[in-house]
């Protein structure tokens, strides 16, 4: 081998190798949802991905059936890029991606964001069982039940999600519970519930109202969470969702209408 052919060699190889170790030193960047995933139907989202001061465009993608395909672009600001979706349907719940453009090529993929959009069907009711005070030790089953047949259902407390789980036919509806075995102060809080269908597992119901359960300490004198009127158990648990007759119509969603804006610009 000629000793130019060697540095020929070896420049393509190196660079190669220089070009790789930058990319691998570029940071992966991290998608979030402004104010979080569970965004209201008709509500604007705002998706940011971080990525590096490095980024000269920034892709949104979305999980299409087994397909990744690209939704939109951004340009970068500081070391973010901003996606809005102004005005959410049904069509925009699902599993985003986001990465970024630099001088050396495509950045890897950030963590999937499960973007869920609420409202889409009416709310379910959540009730507890025995009751929503409870001595701490004893058992506590929280009823999330609805009018509808729904198969999931997902429960948040104080807007966070502690469970999800399955609901059953429940007369002409379904019903989930959610049971804690020995409740401790640690369970105080608001509780709401969501229900959805397994097949379309990102698209909710409206939430519950919400739920206060209120944790009583044996030995202590009382409750210092306890409301002014605690005899009125009334006013603390959820009641069903009263505008019946203005029941919404479920929503057909089709997975063909989806949104696209145009294709893919890069193969997976
Ligand atoms: C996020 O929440 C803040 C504070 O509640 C609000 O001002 C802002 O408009 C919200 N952003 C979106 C995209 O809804
Ligand atoms: C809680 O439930 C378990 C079984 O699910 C039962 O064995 C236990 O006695 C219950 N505890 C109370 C305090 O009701
Ligand atoms: C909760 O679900 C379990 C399992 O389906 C069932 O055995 C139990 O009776 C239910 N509890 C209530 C309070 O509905
Ligand atoms: C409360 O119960 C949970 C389990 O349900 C347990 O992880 C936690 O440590 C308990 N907290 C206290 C203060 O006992």
Not at 29 to 42: K, Y
Not at 140 to 154: G, H, I, M, N, P
Not at 168 to 185: K, T
């Amino acid at each position: 081998m000629t000793h130019t052919l060697s540095v020929l060699l070896c420049l393509g190889l190196c660079l190669g190798q220089r070009m790789r170790a930058e990319a691998d030193t570029l940071p992966r960047p991290s998608l979030r949802a402004e104010n979080g995933s569970l965004v209201p139907l008709g509500r604007s989202v705002i998706l940011r991905c971080q990525g590096s001061v490095e980024a000269d465009d920034y892709i949104l993608e979305k999980d299409h059936g087994s397909r990744r395909i690209q939704i939109m672009d951004a340009k970068p600001s500081g070391i973010e890029g901003e996606f809005h979706i102004p005005g959410v349907t049904a069509k925009h719940a699902g599993t985003y991606y986001c990465s970024y453009l630099h001088s050396s090529g495509w950045s890897e993929h950030s963590d999937p964001l499960e973007l869920v959009v609420t409202g889409v069907y009416d709310p379910s009711s959540l009730s507890a069982l025995p009751s929503s005070m409870v001595a701490s030790g004893h058992n506590v089953t929280f009823l999330c039940q609805s009018q509808r047949w729904y198969d999931r259902s997902a429960l948040y407390k104080n807007g966070e999600q502690i469970t999800q789980g399955r609901a059953q036919h429940h007369l002409r509806g379904s019903l989930a519970n959610f049971s804690i075995p020995a409740v401790n102060s640690t369970h105080r809080g608001t509780y709401r519930c969501y229900n959805f269908y397994s097949y379309f597992p990102y698209v909710w119901s409206a939430p519950s109202s919400p739920l206060v359960l209120w944790v009583t300490v044996p030995g202590t004198s009382k409750d210092d969470h306890l409301p002014q009127n605690p005899g009125n158990l009334q006013v603390l648990t959820s009641s069903p969702p009263t505008q019946t007759g203005a029941r919404r119509r479920v929503r057909r969603i089709t997975e063909s209408s989806y949104l696209t804006s145009g294709q893919a610009r890069r193969g997976h």
